[in-house]
């Protein structure tokens, strides 16, 4: 499966550069994780948006959603031919933000159910509830025919269960939103909490993302680098990032 960073700053975008979005692909089908500020003008770079097979929310935070309503817009004034209703996968625990997903004709809100195991495409997706000011959900992506694991931990604050969710990934991307020194946050993980969640969790790749704006983003990476073997290969999220695992 290939992973595309499409958005990588936390909250807001800066200098031509958005908020949390990530395209995972798999034999031709395309999967769009959150939907952040810029989604749009990154995405079309890639693919057509009207070829998108689906999208899934792990939260309904704006930095995670701008795009979502112009990616409506696009599916719905667009096309010179009918195009197929895409599915939005989000949690069903704001109704507000989860009935915006359905525009009649041009796409569907699916609710998940964190408990289970969603089959979207060539791709297994499971759940876990973050430490968020809002429900949020990391989310464990298998690509059934290679059984090659990618985890998003989505908005988190640090909590002892996210190690085992992240078991020997392929590839793991981070909210990794502060230097060290400010751990137990309720709401992002800190370079430190990231190298000890790698270094536990036996990930093999980390891609450290969600990032703040105003930090020295070296420093970051090199905080996060102490607490995990250096076999872990680390890379700070970039535009158009590419990762095949
Ligand atoms: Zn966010
Ligand atoms: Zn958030």
Known sequence: MKITVLGFWGGFPQKEEGTTSYLVESDGYSLLLDVGSSTLIQLEKIIDPLTLDAVILTHYH???IADLGVLQYLRQLKPTQSVAELPIYGHMEDTWHFDQLTLPKVSKGIGYEPSK???VGPFSITFL???????????RIVEKATGKIFVFTADTGYFEELADFCYRADLLI???YFLEGNENHHAHLTSKETGELAEKAQVKKLVLSHLKQNIDLAILKEQTEKYHHHS?????ASTQLKITI
Request: net charge negative; with cysteine.
């Open 232 to 236: 872990v290969e680390t890379l700070l």
């Open 117 to 119: 195991e969603l089959e």
């Open 62 to 64: 704006h930095d995670h």
């Open 129 to 139: 509830k973050t430490i968020h000011p809002v429900p949020c959900f990391a989310m």
């Open 174 to 176: 981070t909210d990794t």
